[in-house]
């Protein structure tokens, strides 16, 4: 702050030839990251490739819990067809935690399937692997 003028003035900070104030830095900083000029941000893979909005589950497979529950919907998504597996592998921070996010997500696709509320998914078509579940 200069307050030998009797006025606040913001900070700034020295780039490159000149002087900056700190809005205009933080301005310039954002739009950088807005417009990819930071490659490795822009370059992030999508979490997601496909998504359904209303989808039946037809089928589960528990062969492989807890690590993974496969499970088939009624509708096609990317390039898994209709009745295709679809993979969920677990969620969370540790073992602990991805174990009971597989029963969580084990015990709300059974009362979908029973019920016949639909599910919403989202994943990505390598592999037919879901990375988003949502119910009803």
Not at 130 to 136: C, D, M, S
């Amino acid at each position: 702050m200069n307050v030998s003028s009797g006025a606040a003035t913001p900070p700034v900070f020295a780039r490159g030839n000149g002087i900056v104030s700190k809005a205009r830095a933080v301005t310039t900083a954002v739009a950088a990251l807005a417009f990819g000029v930071f490659p490795q941000l822009s370059q992030a893979e999508d979490p997601y490739d496909w998504s359904t909005t209303s989808a039946h589950v037809v089928t589960m497979e528990l062969t492989y819990m807890p690590a993974s529950l496969m499970f088939a919907i009624d509708t096609n998504v990317g390039s898994c067809g209709a009745g295709t597996m679809l993979t969920w592998k677990g969620s969370g921070a540790d073992e602990t935690a991805r174990r009971a996010n597989m029963n969580a997500v084990l015990a709300a696709m059974l009362a979908a399937k029973v019920s016949g509320t639909p599910v919403r998914v989202f994943g990505k078509t390598a592999g037919c692997e879901v990375k988003f579940v949502y119910f009803g």
